[in-house]
C-alpha cells in the first residue's frame, strides 16, 4: 500500500505564493506520474498539473499555466508545487494522486491516478 501525505496549504493574500509538497510513503514506491488536483467547494475535482516520472514532461491546466510549476524532489518519492500569483479563483483542496502504471486516457484525468492524498486546504484571500 503506497500511502501519498500533502503540506504546504495555508491562507495567503491574492498575488501572494504557497508550495505544496507530496510525500510518498509505504511499499517501494515507483510511479509512471504524480499529478495535482483541486476541488473548490460544491465543485467537481479538477486537474491542476501533472509530471511524468521518468522523463519528466509536465502538464499543466490552462488555468495555472505560468503560474504553477510543479517538480518532482531530489529523492524518488517527493513532489512539489509551488503557486504564484494567487488568485481568490484557487481556493480549493489540493490532492496529491499518483499513477503507478501509465494507462490508456489523458494524464488529466483523475481515473488513471492509483492513489490519492487525503488533501491540504488551500484559502486565497482577495
Known amino acids: 500500500q503506497v500511502q501519498l501525505v500533502e503540506s504546504g496549504g495555508g491562507l495567503v493574500q491574492a498575488g501572494g505564493s504557497l508550495r505544496l509538497s507530496c510525500t510518498a510513503s509505504?511499499?517501494?514506491?515507483?510511479?509512471?506520474?504524480m499529478g495535482w488536483f483541486r476541488q473548490a467547494l460544491g465543485k467537481d475535482r479538477q486537474f491542476v498539473a501533472a509530471?511524468?516520472?521518468?522523463?519528466?514532461?509536465?502538464y499543466y491546466a490552462d488555468s495555472v499555466k505560468g503560474r504553477f510549476t510543479i517538480s518532482r524532489g531530489n529523492a524518488t518519492n517527493t513532489m512539489y508545487l509551488q503557486m504564484n500569483s494567487l488568485k481568490p479563483e484557487d481556493t480549493a483542496v489540493y490532492y496529491c494522486?499518483?499513477?503507478?502504471?501509465?494507462?490508456?486516457?489523458?494524464?488529466?484525468?483523475?481515473?488513471?491516478?492509483?492513489?490519492w492524498g487525503q488533501g491540504t486546504q488551500v484559502t486565497v484571500a482577495s
Open positions: 509505504g511499499r517501494t514506491f515507483s510511479s509512471y506520474a
Open positions: 494522486a499518483a499513477a503507478t502504471i501509465r494507462r490508456a486516457g489523458s494524464i488529466a484525468s483523475p481515473y488513471v491516478y492509483d492513489y
Open positions: 509530471i511524468t516520472w521518468s522523463g519528466g514532461s509536465t
